[in-house]
């Protein structure tokens, strides 16, 4: 997700900062819910919302989960529906000690995903913790797939250890229908990138998830 500012800030914004985090915050939550609400309301039976999280500030306490609970409340919408990513940089910071902050995440209902992965091997430890729901691959770690045998071996070999442990696998930035092809056939469960669709609006989107659109 992206948050556009509307002129150019007069400074660096510090992801750091628990005032700007809340703001961020408060932003994708009152818009994005919003139009996850809608898609819901139009039939879109599968639609969930993937929340970034980019500090691990903004788990040093329940606040923020505790708004996103009230917010989805109010517009009827379940937790379920709510999938906080957390990329592979971030990743040991919050597993550390008992991974209490994605503890908290998990005992509150919402799902957890682990994105980026494929860029740094080491954070398969944390796959040992039993907290998360699904795992998105590096466009860097499954592209060469496609032309290289031994790595088509090792994405496969990936794709089964994350089906031993539960986890829903998404391949990030796949751009090409030979890398589509080679996931499918992998039982990788679903991609995303450019290979179907540009960005699109919310109505747009709306539109084409609904029934009936050519999409793969």
């Known amino acids: 997700a992206n948050l556009l500012w509307p002129a150019a800030p007069p400074a660096v914004a510090p992801l750091d900062d628990p ?6 915050d408060e932003q994708l939550r009152s ?3 919003g139009h996850l609400a809608e898609w819901l309301a139009r039939g879109v039976g599968l639609a969930h919302l993937a929340v970034p999280l980019i500090s691990p500030r903004q788990l040093d306490d329940e606040r923020m989960l505790e708004a996103w609970a009230q917010h989805l ?6 937790r379920v529906r709510i999938e906080f ?7 040991p910071v919050l597993a550390a000690d008992g991974a209490a902050p994605l503890q908290r995440v998990k005992a509150a209902g919402f799902r957890l995903a682990l994105v980026g992965f494929g860029r740094r091997l080491g954070v398969l430890s944390g796959l040992q913790l039993g907290l998360l729901d699904s795992i998105k691959l590096a466009p860097e770690f499954h592209r060469p797939a496609s032309a290289d045998a031994s790595t ?3 994405v496969g070999t990936v794709l089964a250890m994350a089906k031993g442990l539960g986890l829903r696998v998404v391949a990030d930035g796949v751009i ?7 996931l499918r056939r992998q039982g990788c469960d679903a991609v995303q990138g450019l290979m179907n669709s540009r960005p699109l609006s919310p109505q747009a989107c709306a539109a084409w998830l609904g029934p009936g659109h050519g999409r793969r």
Not at 73 to 78: C, N, T
């Open 73 to 78: 409340a109010g517009v009827g919408i379940g």
């Open 176 to 182: 090409d229908d030979d890398g589509f092809a080679l």
């Open 152 to 154: 088509a071996q090792v």
């Open 31 to 33: 818009t994005a819910l």
């Open 19 to 24: 005032a700007f985090l809340d703001r961020c």
């Open 85 to 91: 990513e957390v990329d592979e940089e971030l990743f």
